[in-house]
């Protein structure tokens, strides 16, 4: 009985364990989402900001030119 008890009980542990494991691993690839999602949007605003740069820069040199 005790044996068996056991065996059962290893069972339901390792059971545990596995969706334990698996909460993380979901949630690790959450966290890897967003982590991408916010390097994109970083990079969308730098080339914004690039351009924006570019834009006015050229402006100043056309009014010196004038």
């Known amino acids: 009985m005790v044996k068996a008890a056991s065996i059962l ?3 339901v542990v ?24 916010l390097l994109i949007l970083l990079a969308f605003i ?3 900001a690039g351009v924006g740069f ?5 402006l100043k040199e056309r009014k010196r030119a004038e």
């Not at 059971?15 to 690790?28: C, R």
């Not at 570019?54 to 050229?58: A, C, E, S, V």
């Open 9 to 11: 009980g290893s069972i």
């Open 14 to 37: 390792v059971i545990a364990l596995v969706i334990a494991l698996l909460k993380v691993l979901i949630g690790f690839v959450g966290f890897l989402a967003l982590a991408i999602k």
């Open 46 to 48: 730098a080339v914004i």
């Open 54 to 58: 570019l834009i006015l820069r050229t």
